[in-house]
């Protein structure tokens, strides 16, 4: 049913963006997801951000893995670039692809079981190395494809839809985001459209390894009474640390605030991400302090969401191995393959 298009009827008097685009031209085709399922409102947000940043569609390039949120690249920016790799692999296949073309805008969509189970290396790896893109994983706890099976994610104590309660401790995958170097984590709700739609904004503007871990209720199998992550649950315990405005370089910026209220961090392109800040006493700056405050309110039951972590001078792989700023799939044969001369410089200078 993934291949049922939406008319392509537009009305005359629908808003552009600065490129001439519509909200409808970032669309993709008629969701198959249940009735209610909040990666519908995940792929309603990125529509929403990449129209609001002025992005052409064409210069986007969308990668997911296997499982639900893994079909959802086919809901959102039917205009882009797209691939459904194997089970898992999205990390390793997009991290090829931005080498070959840095030129594009990389997002990467991904599930709990995707990332947190047989994608967890894939995963581990593209965040160490500062692979440039924006990786939002669509998190519901559960398998929602094969029946509601508990996930890498699950909370230890929380009761499947059948009443079995998980003894396994969860894998939290925006505590190793900032243990492996991520220099852009964050943590929102499906549910939570004006938080999340500027995290993806700065997400999809940051110059570095971006993560957004989205909670994202299951109607299906994880939506009852003991589960939590389930709409209710995250409403009840939700712990903000932050109100995100995300704000564009060629923007003026004329708002005004008492100091120490607002915290503004210039991102690698220049733009800058304006973070109101709730608790007076964090700093999203300090990768240590965000652990620990994250950990500190997880023991309490509070789910933490908003901006937890940004690296303001990020560096993405391209810096690391100091490529050419040229597309590499752009490059002809002689600079490609420059000869035996400088290949024997180079196997010298490894000597």
Same mark, same amino acid.
């Given at each position: 049913?993934?291949?049922?298009?939406? !008319?392509?009827?537009?009305? !005359?008097?629908?808003?552009?963006?600065?490129?001439?685009?519509?909200?409808?031209?970032?669309? *993709?085709?008629?969701?198959?997801?249940?009735? *209610?399922? *909040?990666?519908?409102?995940?792929?309603?947000?990125?529509?929403?951000?990449?129209?609001?940043?002025?992005?052409?569609?064409?210069?986007?390039?969308?990668?997911?893995?296997?499982?639900?949120?893994?079909?959802?690249?086919?809901?959102?920016?039917?205009? @882009?670039?797209?691939?459904?790799?194997?089970?898992? &692999?999205?990390?390793?296949?997009?991290?090829?692809?931005?080498?070959?073309?840095?030129?594009?805008?990389?997002?990467?969509?991904?599930?709990?079981? %995707?990332?947190?189970?047989?994608?967890?290396?894939?995963?581990?790896?593209?965040?160490?190395?500062?692979?440039?893109?924006?990786?939002?994983?669509?998190?519901? *706890? +559960?398998?929602?494809?094969?029946?509601?099976?508990?996930?890498?994610?699950?909370?230890?104590?929380?009761?499947?839809?059948?009443? +079995?309660?998980?003894?396994?401790?969860?894998?939290?995958?925006?505590?190793?985001?900032?243990?492996?170097?991520?220099?852009?984590?964050? &943590?929102?709700? @499906?549910?939570?459209?004006?938080?999340?739609?500027?995290?993806?904004?700065?997400?999809?503007?940051?110059?570095? #390894?971006?993560?957004?871990?989205?909670?994202?209720?299951?109607?299906?199998?994880?939506?009852?009474?003991?589960?939590?992550? @389930?709409?209710?649950?995250?409403?009840?315990?939700?712990?903000?640390?932050?109100?995100?405005?995300?704000?564009?370089?060629?923007?003026?910026?004329?708002?005004?605030?008492?100091?120490?209220? +607002?915290? %503004?961090?210039?991102?690698?392109?220049?733009?800058?991400?304006?973070? &109101?800040?709730?608790?007076?006493?964090?700093?999203?700056?300090?990768?240590?302090?965000?652990?620990?405050?994250?950990?500190?309110?997880?023991?309490?039951?509070? +789910?933490?969401?908003?901006?937890?972590?940004?690296?303001?001078?990020?560096?993405?792989? /391209?810096?690391?191995?100091?490529?050419?700023?040229? !597309?590499?799939?752009?490059?002809?044969?002689?600079?490609?393959?420059?000869?035996?001369?400088?290949? #024997?410089?180079?196997? /010298?200078?490894?000597?």
């Amino acid at each position: 049913m993934t291949y049922i298009a939406k !008319p392509q009827l537009r009305h !005359p008097s629908l808003e552009k963006n600065r490129v001439g685009y519509t909200r409808r031209d970032y669309e *993709g085709k008629i969701s198959t997801l249940c009735a *209610g399922c *909040g990666h519908d409102s995940i792929s309603a947000a990125i529509i929403q951000a990449c129209w609001e940043l002025d992005i052409e569609p064409h210069r986007v390039a969308k990668l997911s893995g296997i499982g639900c949120s893994s079909k959802t690249p086919d809901y959102f920016l039917g205009a @882009s670039h797209g691939f459904n790799t194997v089970h898992g &692999r999205m990390p390793s296949v997009l991290t090829g692809a931005n080498l070959a073309n840095r030129d594009l805008l990389y997002l990467g969509v991904s599930g709990d079981g %995707d990332s947190a189970s047989i994608g967890l290396g894939q995963f581990a790896h593209a965040m160490r190395r500062g692979v440039r893109m924006a990786y939002i994983v669509e998190n519901n *706890g +559960v398998y929602g494809l094969t029946k509601g099976q508990f996930s890498a994610t699950a909370d230890s104590g929380s009761k499947s839809k059948k009443g +079995v309660t998980n003894s396994d401790s969860p894998v939290d995958l925006v505590a190793m985001a900032l243990q492996l170097g991520a220099t852009y984590v964050a &943590r929102s709700f @499906s549910g939570s459209k004006e938080q999340l739609v500027p995290l993806i904004k700065g997400a999809m503007t940051h110059g570095g #390894a971006a993560f957004i871990d989205v909670i994202s209720p299951c109607v299906a199998f994880n939506n009852h009474p003991g589960s939590t992550k @389930s709409y209710d649950y995250i409403r009840e315990h939700n712990e903000s640390v932050s109100r995100i405005d995300f704000i564009s370089k060629r923007d003026e910026i004329t708002a005004q605030a008492p100091p120490g209220q +607002v915290v %503004d961090v210039r991102q690698h392109d220049g733009t800058l991400l304006r973070l &109101r800040t709730r608790h007076a006493d964090y700093d999203p700056t300090d990768r240590a302090a965000a652990m620990a405050f994250m950990q500190a309110h997880q023991a309490r039951g509070e +789910v933490v969401t908003g901006l937890l972590y940004v690296d303001p001078l990020a560096t993405d792989l /391209h810096t690391a191995l100091n490529t050419t700023a040229r !597309p590499l799939n752009a490059l002809e044969a002689p600079s490609l393959c420059p000869g035996a001369a400088v290949l #024997a410089k180079i196997n /010298h200078s490894l000597r």
